[in-house]
């Protein structure tokens, strides 16, 4: 039963990187129609890297700590970028988003 917790607290980890990975692509150009499988390959990827992360329990520290980091940068730049569209923008003129 452990191993399937730390499957699934990896999976929990990468949610938000998947998230900001895909709206990247999207703004990149990728069509909306294949994000659904941009997410499935990404979510594959997740599990089989805690799959191997498991037999690899001298990686888990970093990798924790490096998700992490991640999900911090992540968090933070959605709360500028939230905080910009209402405050900021109606103080400049500019129309919110």
């Known amino acids: 039963m452990q191993a399937f917790g730390d499957i699934s607290i990896y999976g929990v980890a990468a949610a938000p990187i998947i998230v900001a990975l895909l709206a990247l692509a999207t703004r990149l150009g990728l069509n909306t129609k294949y994000a659904p499988w941009v997410n499935l390959v990404l979510q594959v990827a997740v599990y089989g890297a805690s799959l191997y992360l498991m037999n690899k329990p001298e990686f888990k520290e970093p990798v924790v700590a490096g998700l992490s980091i991640i999900i911090g940068f992540l968090t933070t730049c959605g709360l ?18």
């Open 80 to 97: 500028f970028d939230r905080t910009e569209r209402v405050i900021v923008n109606p103080i400049r003129g500019a129309p919110a988003a």
